[in-house]
């Protein structure tokens, strides 16, 4: 035993040496894959080598049997050894956790992320993660770029440890380039003072003429001063040119040496940055020319290339009123198609326009230098007047009358659009407000007309008279009912249907509406897709419409020597339109899809173009006072808008009118289509038990609606408890009120009617709710959202309110 202990106090030594230089050797392996640099891993390695045998001859083992141990590592170590100017060096371990980092990597990402979960864009992130995955099996991944803002860095990643148990993640800057920063720094620097020395004058200029940087002696020759700062000024206000077209400073004007620019575009020259030379900035080089008059010519052609690529719509005329030059966008704002302008300005005018723009030419030409306005109507839209602006030059060789023309047609086309769409949405908000207090109204003259009905029988001297009471006010509800069609307000009751069957439903009704003198035509496309829409509601489109084309055949006929002519035909047609089609018309209103188009044209008196834009505004009317409210055509657009089509009306004087309405191919979705399985299925009914009467409470501000919904119910038999408003209705359930259900309308002072519900619903969660409104039944859903309700439409009838809520509580 004692021998076998000697032998291990004898060997102990040996292995305290190795595993000392096994540990030494591992940490100076990290250290320099960390680091990049072998003398610090070495000289790391010698000091450790010799403190660790100061420290074995101090504390030389005692026992046989003493174990040497390994210290906790001091990462600040490695992190202070890792610190570099010139790469940011992150450490992390298998589970993603952040080691250690130089301040670099915390200046540029912060201490909150480690790799590879760093702040980069997506497409970086997405590459960068991948990266790691591979270094992690492999042992190294590099990524050439990742991108945060406006900063880029090259990566390299390398796994190390004694286990390999870290990955190593080293970032390198990589410079980008602002070309046209970079350019102007350059001219107003050091590169521009060594042109300035050679007399070569130098600038930056915007693709709008504006001054980025300009070298001193640009600077001396347009302003006197070298020192001046011209960021901002414009360009071609420092420059003029003589009638050889010699180009001078203004400030010298003819006394000064004439110059010759070189134009030079600030763009990538080798494609990589993808730069527009046409959307870029410009280099110019202005050179003294102390040649003949002629060579100056090649500096005109420079300035009209800096024209060509301002916004501003520009063109140049010389004495006799010719046009020598006209960019783009002055082409553009005129109409002229063609990228040759025209000869003269007066070309592109209207007849009545031409001798008064060419006046005007010949008098900027000729007089003293001056500028103003002149009004007149383009070939391209004689209808919108613009402002053409003239100025008499001087100093740009045969040019003598500057014009300009900014493009407004479509500034002008969206405010008209604007306007009008504010004007239709404060008129449709007020008839919507209209029609919901009228039918307030109705519903208190029509129930009590059923109250007092009930005590009259046929032949009573009152009951003809009651009967005609609530025939006008059925037809005072139509009226409304056409005011919330107009706001797109209306209760509709879409379903999925082919408009050939709506057209067939409606055919006899309009043979009859429209007479024996007129024939109805009906056409029909093959394959027609299915649309989604409430079919009452279209059966009113085309009954409008069919009233309209009727008046006016009627009309045109009776123009034409009497009623008892012919030839009036009205025509209904159904179209099938693809997508193809609908990107073929380039509509800008229109959106690109496939649609079912319903087609109503006649033969009649036609619409005034004046007129036909207006059509569709609430009451506007083309037929004389009296006959028309204006309402019809008006209602057909809110039905159309509401049920997420469009309508557009063609027509020619004493021809023929055509509307055409736009209807989407309905697409069912999955739920859609899920529930119309469900719906094929048989159902079983489960209604609760319900064998008439019941506790009501009654909620309505309004005292004559109240009192005559109150009178109905009590006389089914209902116990009816009234409130003026939520609050008094909600009061009603906290006092430990019993009922089977509440009837109450939606918009009330105070307290409305779905705030009621909820807190009512918090009280009483199975308590169902009739909500009356006039007001659409979907714009309800939508805002109130209460689970168990019910909708009545107002104006109702004593008889509906009592079936409506007979229904409801059958569980109907």
């Not at 027509?651 to 999955?670: C, N, Q, W």
């Amino acid at each position: 035993m004692a021998s076998v202990a000697s032998d291990n106090a004898k060997g102990a030594p040996l292995r305290d040496w190795l595993v000392l230089g096994g540990a030494v050797a591992a940490s100076a392996g990290l250290l320099w894959s960390v680091s990049g640099q072998p003398l610090i891993a070495g000289g790391f390695a010698a000091g450790a080598l010799v403190i660790g045998a100061g420290l074995r001859l101090i504390a030389r083992p005692v026992v046989a049997q003493e174990v040497a141990e390994f210290g906790i590592p001091d990462w600040s170590v490695t992190n202070a050894a890792v610190e570099r100017s010139d790469a940011g060096i992150a450490i992390t371990d298998r589970a993603g956790r952040l080691v250690c980092a130089n301040a670099l990597m915390g200046q540029w990402f912060g201490i909150a992320a480690a790799p590879p979960r760093l702040p980069l864009d997506k497409p970086s992130a997405e590459a960068l993660e991948a990266a790691s995955r591979a270094a992690w099996r492999d042992g190294s991944a590099t990524l050439d770029a990742v991108v945060s803002g406006t900063s880029m860095w090259r990566v390299e990643i390398s796994r190390a440890g004694r286990g390999e148990d870290f990955l190593v993640w080293r970032l390198f800057p990589v410079a980008t380039h602002d070309l046209v920063r970079e350019m102007a720094g350059h001219v107003a620097g050091k590169l521009g003072r060594a042109l300035a020395r050679e007399g070569i004058q130098a600038t930056v200029v915007t693709p709008e003429g504006a001054i980025l940087a300009a070298n001193p002696m640009f600077a001396q020759r347009a302003t006197g001063d070298p020192a001046t700062d011209l960021t901002g000024a414009d360009f071609v206000s420092f420059l003029a040119s003589d009638e050889a077209e010699r180009i001078f400073y203004t400030r010298e004007a003819r006394k000064g040496t004439p110059v010759r620019l070189v134009h030079l575009p600030v763009a990538d020259p080798d494609g990589i940055a993808n730069i527009d030379p046409a959307r870029t900035a410009s280099l110019f080089l202005l050179i003294d020319n102390q040649g003949g008059v002629g060579e100056v010519r090649a500096g005109l052609p420079q300035i009209e290339a800096l024209l060509s690529r301002l916004p501003l719509g520009l063109a140049m005329t010389d004495r006799d009123g010719r046009i020598l030059f006209a960019n783009a966008a002055f082409l553009r704002a005129a109409g002229h198609e063609d990228t040759i302008p025209p000869p003269y300005p007066s070309d592109l005018v209207i007849k009545e326009d031409k001798g008064a723009l060419a006046d005007a030419v010949r008098r900027y030409a000729q007089g003293t230098p001056m500028a103003g306005d002149v009004a007149v109507r383009l070939r391209s839209s004689p209808e919108e007047p613009v402002s053409l602006s003239l100025a008499g030059v001087r100093g740009l060789g045969e040019g003598a009358v500057l014009l300009s023309l900014k493009d407004s047609s479509e500034e002008t086309r969206l405010k008209r659009e604007i306007a009008q769409a504010t004007k239709m949405q404060a008129v449709g908000q007020l008839a919507g407000g209209v029609a919901h207090d009228f039918n307030n109204v109705l519903t208190a003259i029509i129930g009590y007309c059923d109250l007092m009905l009930m005590r009259h029988t046929p032949g009573d001297s009152d009951y003809d008279d009651i009967q005609q009471v609530k025939a006008n006010s059925n037809r005072a509800a139509s009226l409304t009912r056409q005011l919330l069609a107009f706001s797109r307000q209306q209760t509709l009751r879409p379903q999925v249907l082919q408009l050939p069957d709506v057209v067939a439903e409606v055919s006899a009704l309009l043979k009859r509406l429209i007479g024996e003198k007129i024939v109805l035509e009906v056409t029909h496309d093959r394959d027609l897709g299915f649309v989604r829409a409430d079919p009452t509601q279209l059966e009113q489109v085309l009954l409008n419409l069919a009233v309209n084309a009727r008046d006016a055949i009627n009309d045109k006929l009776a123009a034409k020597g009497g009623k008892g002519g012919s030839g009036g035909v009205l025509k209904l047609m159904t179209r099938r339109v693809t997508a193809a089609d609908v990107r073929a018309m380039k509509s800008e209103i229109l959106p690109i899809g496939d649609y079912t188009a319903l087609v109503v044209e006649d033969n009649g008196h036609g619409i005034k173009p004046n007129q036909i834009g207006k059509i569709f505004e609430p009451f506007f009317t083309t037929k004389e006072k009296g006959k028309g409210t204006g309402l019809g055509l008006s209602t057909v657009y809110g039905i159309v808008k509401q049920s997420g089509g469009f309508i557009f009306a063609e027509s020619e004087v004493g021809k023929f009118t055509r509307f055409i309405m736009y209807l989407p191919v309905h697409v069912p979705d999955a739920a859609e289509t899920a529930e119309a399985v469900k719906a094929a299925q048989p159902k079983v009914e489960v209604k609760r038990e319900w064998s008439g009467g019941g506790r009501i409470l009654l909620v309505e501000d309004e005292d004559t609606v109240r009192a005559v919904a109150e009178r109905a119910l009590a006389r089914q038999g209902y116990e009816v408890t009234t409130a003026a408003d939520g609050e008094e209705g909600l009061e009603a359930i906290t006092n430990g009120g019993q009922f089977d259900l509440v009837v109450s309308d939606v918009v009330m002072p105070s307290m409305d009617g779905p705030a009621m519900a909820r807190e009512i619903r918090n009280l009483k969660p199975d308590l169902p709710f009739l909500f009356m409104s006039g007001y659409a039944e979907e714009n309800l859903r939508r805002d109130i959202d209460i689970p168990n309700m019910h909708f009545l439409p107002k104006p109702f009838s004593v008889q509906q309110i009592a079936e409506a809520v007979e229904r409801v509580l059958r569980g109907g």
